[in-house]
């Protein structure tokens, strides 16, 4: 006679094993996700945000025209940045880093070495023309992108950004923020120089 009883005891007991492994694994899904967040995390930690790759980096400027921030005579076009090597800084005056910046932007203009234009980034006309009174006004030519438009075809990411452009009106290097004494004199200027030297 065949005892069905007992296969069917052996039966739950093998499905309640299952379950029991089921949820073994499932407590330690939370663990296994936070710990690769936690990877994830720690790579993005070593990454520099300045180093942000831009597809323009070797690419003509984007084709624009901007009108003259309010009080100034003379505004920016694609036109302008070729001919000679040039920066392009992107700022607003509602912007922390650009006033940290700014006094080497005053410096370059000082120094006559390379001619910097300014891309005023979604600034109200009259604070852009007041903080550049207050500041003082490094730029040569100076375009105001009142809605973005042109600073979204350069691939900004937030202000400030500075772009090194050279000769032929191509993009040859962006920093991402605000420009120190130590990116100015190890990456830009020698840029510069040999970009003028071509």
């Not at 995390?41 to 831009?54: C, Y």
């Not at 920016?76 to 006094?103: I, K, M, Y």
């Not at 730029?139 to 600073?151: E, S």
Request: aromatic share 8%; proline share 7%.
């Amino acid at each position: 006679m065949i005892d069905y009883g007992n296969d069917r005891a052996i039966g739950e007991s093998g499905d309640a094993r299952a379950a029991g492994a089921r949820r073994s694994v499932a407590s330690f899904m939370p663990l296994l996700l936070f710990a690769g967040l936690a990877v994830l995390f720690g790579i993005g930690l070593t990454l520099n945000p300045r180093e942000v790759p831009s597809p323009l980096i070797g690419k003509p400027v984007p084709e624009f025209r901007l009108e003259p921030v309010k009080g100034r005579t003379l505004g920016l076009a694609a036109n302008d940045l070729r001919g000679q090597v040039s920066l392009v800084n992107v700022f607003a005056s509602w912007c922390t880093a650009c006033r940290e910046e700014h006094p080497l932007w005053m410096q370059i203009k000082a120094d006559r070495n390379v001619p910097l234009h300014g891309l005023n980034y979604k600034d109200r006309p009259d604070d852009a023309a007041r903080w550049l009174e207050e500041l003082g006004d490094p730029y040569t030519r100076t375009g105001a992108d009142l809605n973005g438009r042109v600073g979204i075809d350069w691939g900004v990411y937030g202000v400030p950004e500075t772009f090194v452009v050279d000769k032929r009106g191509m993009i040859r290097h962006k920093v991402i923020g605000a420009v120190t004494r130590k990116i100015l004199d190890e990456k830009v200027l020698p840029l510069v120089r040999r970009l003028q030297a071509e």
